[in-house]
């Protein structure tokens, strides 16, 4: 089971307004519109997108991670190693 099973149908919300921001934003650059208030809807997409990526990542620690510690051995170091580059994703981004 996933670790943000408790919260898929908030996430799933979330997602598809961003979905329609974006949606927002093709139309935005198809009506020529002015590029810095195309800029602010990209910035306002990204910050949404950032903060699904942040809940998600919380839930995986929160019961993945945890989980895993109880376990121990391999499942715990790779529970670990996956947080830790998962959170380097996001911060290069």
């Known amino acids: 089971m996933a670790g943000y099973s408790s919260t898929k149908d908030d996430q799933l919300k979330r997602l598809r307004r961003i979905e329609g921001q974006i949606r927002g934003i093709a139309k935005m650059v198809e009506e020529d519109k002015y590029c810095i208030d195309v800029l602010t809807q990209v910035s306002a997409a990204t910050k949404a997108l ?12 929160a ?14 170091a790779a529970k670990l190693r996956e947080a830790s580059d998962a959170i380097a994703r996001l911060v290069r981004s």
């Open 50 to 61: 950032q903060s699904v990526a942040l809940g998600l990542l919380d839930e995986h620690m």
């Open 63 to 76: 019961h993945c991670v945890v989980d895993a510690a109880r376990v121990g051995g391999d499942e715990q």
